[in-house]
């Protein structure tokens, strides 16, 4: 292999880990305060790359509004989700949230194929983003150069809003204890939303990318997406965001560079994250970064 | 002053609280005291709408607390410091109190009362930016009270500060108590350690499995017989 080639494959591997960083993100946020796995998270993801494509081909508005407002968007039915799938349930047993995310999940595949039809359908990309750029005999999507900088853009401001806001230290508390959190004043069902929210915006926002990179929506195209993401947030301890982003990066990097090195295996693409999976749980259950809860008395 | 009426509460099943009548004065200590499963933090969860309610009701100057959300009887001006401290371990010592001053908007009004905070526990101050986690036992109960202050409460309620401290820590965190009493603040005071509590308190009710059996000024209930049986470790 040459060194230009494996820059190539270095570039893919970025964005595609990139891309897994946005949506593992949402995973570890909503756990990290619900306990729960979001089964529907690549279903978000999945809508959010359609409603940015009903809103190219249905409006004129330019490309960056459709996507900030379908992304928001997409947040919004995130928040909604939330509001009608796990917040009566909150009291009940964690299993049967879990539960209701299969379904919430299904739904919105099945809602998707009704509504969208399931025939693939192209994203109409603009064309700002779909070109090929050299730099120094390496040819390089555009996209697959903007992927990673949007992704490390918005990574500083999530961090800055966790670390810094008063609504990030109350994500944090609420993440420890509900009662103490309450008793604080915390409206604790307004910062869930906002939890939702966020995830479901970086889902959305890695939709859309994902739909300029690999042009072809189908209303299954969460899955795939959906299950490596949660295996990247458990790979880098769930619950931790910066473990999270790891995961995603090792995924996305791992997978890409497997295919290069070893061609003969790019059957087995998708097992690689599972492989990855079950090595990680032997060895360090917690994930790379997790933590052991210690309580003191 | 808060009041509380025929409070009926029960777990599964299981009565907690059989119809108790409370009446908390402003700028009073009142203390709480009974044994294990008598009912005690069952009445402070009450106030702060934590545990759902059979019967009864709650009021605090004429307005009716009953069934309003906690964060809007946080904002009412009474605070909780709950039992076994529940600080938020992955949080700094600053940020705890941050946290505590959730519902003030005005950041200078938090500045004052965090640097109120470092004065009354000076442990904390060295702390600051330590997680709360690492902190000791002690410092984990200060950080409590003093998140539960951040609001200013004008009812404070403190549920077993005295739990799993050592003797010397017990009487600072008393003496503390005395001190946020007399700059005025109502003190609601839940205690296993009956003796501590009904020394500083103006006033004071026992419960027993779910009722107020005796009530009485503090320094009464010290002299009662009963109490001094059952709680106070005093052979006849």
């Given at each position: 292999?040459?060194?230009q080639?494996f820059?190539q494959?270095?570039?893919?591997g970025?964005?595609?880990?990139?891309?897994?960083?946005?949506?593992?993100?949402?995973?570890?946020?909503?756990y990290g305060?619900?306990r729960?796995?979001?089964?529907a998270?690549?279903?978000?993801?999945?809508?959010g790359?359609?409603?940015?494509?009903?809103?190219?081909?249905?409006?004129?508005?330019?490309?960056?509004?459709?996507?900030?407002?379908?992304?928001?968007?997409t947040?919004?039915?995130?928040?909604?989700?939330?509001?009608l799938a796990y917040k009566?349930?909150?009291?009940?047993?964690?299993i049967?949230?879990?539960?209701s995310?299969i379904?919430?999940s299904?739904?919105f595949?099945?809602?998707?194929i009704?509504?969208?039809?399931?025939r693939?359908?192209?994203?109409?990309?603009?064309?700002v983003?779909?070109?090929?750029?050299?730099?120094g005999?390496?040819?390089?999507?555009?996209?697959s150069?903007?992927?990673?900088?949007?992704?490390v853009v918005?990574?500083?401001?999530l961090?800055?809003?966790?670390?810094?806001t008063?609504?990030?230290?109350?994500m944090?508390?609420l993440s420890?204890?509900?009662e103490?959190?309450?008793?604080?004043?915390i409206?604790?069902?307004?910062?869930?939303?906002?939890?939702?929210?966020?995830g479901?915006?970086l889902?959305?926002?890695?939709?859309?990318?994902w739909?300029?990179?690999?042009?072809q929506?189908?209303?299954?195209?969460?899955?795939m997406?959906g299950?490596k993401?949660?295996i990247?947030?458990?790979?880098g301890?769930i619950?931790?965001?910066t473990g999270a982003?790891?995961?995603?990066?090792?995924l996305?990097?791992?997978?890409?560079m497997?295919?290069?090195?070893?061609p003969?295996?790019?059957?087995?693409?998708?097992?690689?994250?599972f492989v990855?999976?079950?090595?990680?749980?032997?060895?360090?259950?917690t994930?790379?970064?997790?933590e052991?809860?210690?309580?003191k008395? | 002053?808060?009041?509380i009426?025929n409070l009926?509460?029960?777990y599964g099943?299981?009565k907690?609280l059989r119809?108790i009548?409370?009446k908390?004065?402003d700028?009073?200590?009142?203390?709480?005291?009974g044994?294990?499963?008598a009912?005690k933090s069952?009445?402070?969860?009450?106030?702060?709408?934590?545990?759902?309610?059979?019967?009864?009701?709650?009021k605090?100057?004429?307005?009716d607390?009953?069934?309003?959300p906690t964060k809007?009887?946080?904002k009412?001006?009474?605070?909780?410091?709950?039992?076994?401290?529940?600080?938020?371990s992955?949080?700094s010592?600053e940020?705890?109190?941050?946290l505590?001053?959730?519902?003030?908007?005005?950041?200078?009004?938090?500045?004052?009362?965090m640097?109120k905070m470092y004065?009354?526990f000076?442990r904390?101050?060295e702390?600051?930016w330590?997680?709360?986690?690492?902190?000791?036992?002690?410092?984990q109960?200060?950080?409590?009270?003093?998140?539960?202050l951040?609001?200013?409460?004008?009812?404070?309620m403190l549920?077993?500060?005295?739990?799993?401290?050592?003797?010397?820590?017990?009487?600072d965190?008393?003496?503390?108590i005395k001190?946020i009493?007399r700059?005025g603040n109502t003190?609601?005071?839940?205690?296993?350690?009956?003796?501590k509590a009904?020394?500083?308190?103006?006033?004071g009710?026992v419960l027993?499995t779910?009722?107020?059996?005796?009530?009485g000024?503090?320094?009464?209930?010290?002299?009662?017989?009963?109490?001094?049986?059952a709680?106070l470790g005093?052979?006849?």
């Open positions: 292999m040459s060194i080639e820059l494959h270095l570039a893919n970025t964005s595609l880990g990139s891309l897994y960083a946005l949506l593992a993100i949402g995973y570890t946020l909503v305060i619900l729960l796995i979001n089964f998270h690549g279903e978000i993801f999945m809508l790359a359609y409603i940015a494509y009903y809103g190219l081909t249905l409006t004129s508005l330019p490309w960056f509004v459709v996507f900030v407002l379908a992304s928001v968007f947040g919004i039915i995130g928040v909604t989700l939330e509001r009566p349930l909150r009291n009940s047993p964690k049967t949230n879990l539960i995310a379904g919430a299904f739904l595949q099945n809602l998707a009704m509504l969208f039809s399931g693939p359908k192209a994203f109409p990309s603009p064309d983003l779909t070109g090929v750029i050299y730099i005999g390496v040819s390089v999507n555009i996209i150069l903007i992927i990673p900088v949007v992704t918005l990574l500083i401001i961090n800055t809003v966790i670390k810094k008063k609504t990030g230290m109350a944090r508390a420890k204890d509900y103490a959190a309450s008793l604080m004043g409206d604790i069902n307004l910062v869930i939303s906002f939890t939702f929210f966020i479901s915006f889902a959305a926002v890695g939709g859309i990318m739909g300029i990179k690999y042009p929506l189908i209303p299954i195209m969460g899955v997406p299950l993401c949660f990247a947030a458990v790979i301890g619950g931790n965001i982003v790891l995961g995603g990066f090792i996305g990097l791992g997978e890409i497997l295919i290069a090195f070893l003969t295996l790019t059957g087995y693409r998708d097992a690689f994250a990855l999976l079950i090595i990680i749980l032997l060895i360090k259950p994930g790379l970064l997790g052991k809860t210690a309580e008395v | 002053m808060l009041t009426d009926h509460v029960s099943g299981i907690a119809g009548n409370l908390i004065d700028g009073k200590i009142v203390t709480l005291i044994s294990n499963g009912g069952s009445t402070l969860r009450s106030i702060m709408n934590l545990v759902k309610k059979e019967e009864g009701s709650i605090y100057d004429g307005e607390l009953t069934n309003l809007d009887i946080v009412k001006g009474i605070a909780l410091s709950p039992e076994g401290r529940r600080i938020f992955n949080l010592v940020e705890n109190l941050i505590g001053a959730y519902t003030i908007n005005n950041k200078q009004k938090i500045t004052e009362q640097n004065d009354l000076p904390l101050k702390r600051h330590q997680k709360a986690g690492t902190l000791s036992g002690g410092e109960q200060m950080l409590a009270v003093a998140r539960a951040m609001i200013r409460p004008k009812v404070l549920d077993e500060p005295s739990l799993g401290l050592a003797p010397l820590l017990v009487k965190i008393f003496d503390i001190e009493n700059q003190i609601l005071l839940v205690e296993q350690n009956a003796k009904l020394e500083i308190a103006d006033y009710y027993e779910g009722s107020i059996v005796l009530e000024e503090g320094q009464i209930l010290l002299e009662d017989d009963r109490v001094k049986e709680y005093d052979a006849k």
